[in-house]
């Protein structure tokens, strides 16, 4: 069975200080994972993808994340906050049984500050 | 290429109600997942479609079903509606092999009163 865990449901940071949003999975296979973004009255849109080519993962709007195998994290970060971030973030795993269902995280809205 | 489209966006039912939410997903992809959304469950898989056929099945009640026509469009139906099916409904549309991904639509938001 695989599992994501998102530690803080609500992060907030100043506009352009660094950003850290954590997720820890929990999977007995090797896990794909993935950080989607939600704004209000949308769907999901895709930040990025790890799938085990490169352990560091840019994805769009300067946001990154580390695929920590040891820890068995994939936190997402950003150098400088802008506040367009403000959403919901969500991390998401894939594997297993089926390897295009996705068992996300309970979210973590993230609140820029002026 | 257009996105992931959901018709409709919003939706007002009663108990009891029964309600049909459409999904086209992006051209030439020929998987379909659903998703439900609600604050107190989060995101939780309801089903797959590819090519048709059912492919993956969530922890959902039968009054949950769906099905995919040829031209890869989806719907879901949701019969006897109850106040706690209230929820956001994500359609995904992914090419369909492993780990590709799915990219979301924006949503039905269906109200059960």
């Known amino acids: 069975a695989q599992s994501v865990t998102q530690l803080g449901s609500h992060v907030s940071v100043s506009e352009g200080a660094l950003v850290l949003l954590r997720c820890n999975y929990s999977?007995?296979?090797?896990?794909?994972l993935f950080w989607y973004v939600q704004y209000p009255n949308q769907g999901l849109q895709l930040l990025l993808k790890?799938?085990?080519?490169?352990?560091l993962v840019k994805g769009i709007n300067g946001f990154e994340a580390e695929f920590k195998k040891s820890e068995t994290s994939f936190h997402l970060t950003k150098p400088s906050a802008h506040m367009s971030d403000a959403a919901e973030y969500f991390c998401?795993?894939?594997?297993?049984?089926?390897?295009?269902?996705?068992?996300f995280g309970s979210g973590t809205q993230l609140t820029v500050l002026p | 290429k257009a996105g992931v489209t959901q018709t409709p966006r919003y939706l007002i039912k009663t108990r009891g109600q029964q309600v049909t939410l459409s999904c086209s997903p992006i051209?030439?992809?020929?998987?379909v997942s659903w998703y439900q959304q609600t604050p107190g469950q989060g995101l939780q898989f309801l089903f797959e479609y590819f090519s048709e056929t059912q492919r993956n099945k969530g922890n959902f009640p039968g009054r949950f079903s769906g099905r995919q026509f040829s031209n890869s469009r989806s719907e879901m139906n949701v019969s006897t509606l109850e106040l706690g099916d209230s929820a956001l409904y994500l359609c995904?549309?992914?090419?369909?092999?492993?780990?590709?991904?799915?990219?979301f639509g924006p949503g039905t938001r269906l109200l059960v009163l």
């Open positions: 999977s007995s296979v090797p896990p794909y």
């Open positions: 995904a549309s992914s090419t369909g092999h492993n780990q590709e991904t799915q990219y």
């Open positions: 998401a795993v894939s594997g297993g049984g089926s390897a295009r269902q996705l068992t």
């Open positions: 051209s030439g992809h020929r998987s």
């Open positions: 790890y799938t085990s080519a490169a352990t």
